[in-house]
């Protein structure tokens, strides 16, 4: 029995995987965080930040939280708001996904949403906006995850605690993702401290994230890693994440996160989401070269719950490239692979810089064909195509100035299709007036096909379509 819903925050138990990590030399275990009240690690970080400012009197009696979230932190905030008898403000990018807005507004949190794609500067940034709110509302108590030590002291006080006793003091190896940082920070203060510095820790970051040495543009597995905006003037990474507590960083590509939440569910009996994935991923690796006395421990951040319209989802898999066709049907993929790399700038960029992508490829303006134009710009839950602002049809080059910048002719991205589907398929359900077709694999543009190529869809089933290359 307990008194409240904020005593049963933590204390979650460890998994073995039994099937998934069959095999290995060493056992993984799987601190289930998604049994969490708001189902994820988050209600801790939120629960440890509004006792703490309770205690410093940045926040009072009948005052107002104010956060800027991509979701599990909001949650954990509404819920710890409710209870404690605050107001709370959530403040979004524009394209959280409707699920994650219905459940804070169902906790009683008001929401706030701002355009996804500005850089860190701008004041309408999530996390400056949410600053100013909460400079403006009376009683207003900024939460600031990324840089409130209550975040990572969360896990020092109990997360790493936790996994001690657990494991009798067994465990030689520690695997989490890396958002704010407050998990990895908290939980491996406490366990080197606890093993004298024996426990190994690892992050586990998605492909294209900075924090493992990625180049920072968009990924889509939500929640975790951290990317640039190409505006950003100063990358600046969060205070609640202490790189030097972590022993070394796995980078686990989009696939193979997805890949690993389906084994998770299908073989352990464990819905959970993308960056639990990653995680997995980077554990299955991690014990792959451990010895049969180590024990793996890895977080779990959250539920499967919230991703059901995207990686259980087949139809986005495959529209995402995700997902590979039948073996024996003609797929946009092979078109894609005949076709190349699509030729590509990123802004920003003036229209002499495109002439000289095109000329640099040998290609004509005559072609007909599109100038993709990358903008890397991303939202860990605003996530659709990465890195793609829009297209430019080659012709419309030769008309603008020499100086004249890109951004203001783009056109929309038209339609894209994934490299699975079936030819015949995207053929029937794409727009016929569309010219140009956008192929995604593993969720980046591999190539730009044209309309009229599909009719003469008999190619082999190619090799593996080639990556998007960046001229500029
Ligand atoms: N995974 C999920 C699903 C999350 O919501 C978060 C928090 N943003 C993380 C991983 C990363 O946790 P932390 O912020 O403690 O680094």
């Known amino acids: 029995m307990h008194e409240s819903v904020l005593d049963v925050i933590g204390g979650t138990p460890l998994i073995r995987l039994g099937r998934v990590g069959a095999g290995l030399p060493a056992p993984v275990y799987l601190k289930a965080e998604f ?14 930040m509004v006792l703490a400012a309770e205690k410093s009197g940045g926040l009072r009696p009948g005052g107002t939280i104010v956060e800027s ?79 409130n030590p209550a975040n990572p002291q ?59 040495g990625g180049d920072g543009s968009p990924y889509a597995v939500e929640a975790v890693g951290h990317y640039l905006h190409p505006e950003t003037a100063r990358d600046v990474w969060p205070l609640s994440y202490d790189e ?13 996160s997805i890949t690993t939440v389906h084994r998770l569910a299908r073989e352990e009996g464990l819905l ?28 779990a951040p959250d539920s499967g719950r919230g991703y059901l319209s995207r990686y259980f989802n087949d139809e986005w898999l495959l529209a995402m490239g995700f997902q590979d066709g039948a073996p024996d049907t003609p ?11 699509p030729l590509a700038i990123a802004l920003p960029a003036t229209a002499i810089e495109a002439l000289a992508v095109v000329a640099s490829r040998g290609s004509g303006l005559e072609d007909g ?22 297209v430019l049809p080659l012709a419309e080059l030769r008309a603008l100035p020499d100086d004249e910048p890109l951004g203001p002719y783009l056109r929309p991205l038209p339609s894209t299709a994934g490299s699975g589907e ?17 192929v995604l694999h593993d969720g980046r543009i591999a190539a730009v096909v044209a309309r009229s190529d599909l009719a003469r869809s008999h190619l082999a089933v190619a090799a593996a379509v080639p990556g998007i290359e960046e001229v500029r």
């Open 35 to 48: 049994l969490n009240p708001g189902m994820s690690v988050k209600d801790r970080a939120a629960l440890a």
């Open 69 to 147: 979230t991509s979701g599990n932190t909001g949650i954990g905030l509404a819920i710890v708001a409710a209870r404690r008898g605050y107001q709370c403000i959530a403040v979004l990018p524009d394209k959280t996904s409707p699920d994650k807005i219905a459940v804070l507004r169902a906790y009683g949190a008001r929401v706030v949403l701002t355009p996804a794609a500005l850089p860190a500067e701008h004041p309408e940034h999530v996390r400056n906006l949410a600053q100013t709110i909460s400079m403006r509302t009376p009683g207003g108590w900024l939460a600031d995850q990324y840089d």
């Open 154 to 212: 969360a896990h020092v006080e109990a997360t790493g605690p936790e996994i001690w006793e657990q494991t009798q003091g067994r465990v030689t190896h520690f695997v989490a993702g890396i958002g704010t940082g407050g998990t990895i920070t908290g939980t491996a203060r406490y366990l080197k401290q606890a093993s004298a510095g024996s426990v190994r820790v690892i992050g586990a970051d998605p492909h294209s994230s900075v924090y493992g």
């Open 244 to 256: 030097a507590l972590v022993d070394r960083v796995e980078r686990i590509g989009d696939r193979e």
């Open 272 to 299: 959970v989401g993308g960056s639990s994935g990653t995680a997995v991923a980077a554990a299955l690796r991690v014990a792959r070269d451990a010895a049969p006395s180590d024990l793996v421990v890895v977080i």
């Open 331 to 341: 797929v946009l993929g092979d078109l894609a692979a005949a076709a190349g790399a």
């Open 369 to 390: 064909l599109a100038l993709v134009v990358l903008n890397r710009t991303g939202g860990d839950e605003t996530w659709a195509v990465p890195d793609v602002a829009g």
């Open 422 to 438: 079936a030819i015949a398929e995207a053929d029937a359900r794409l727009d016929p007036d569309q010219r140009w077709i956008p």
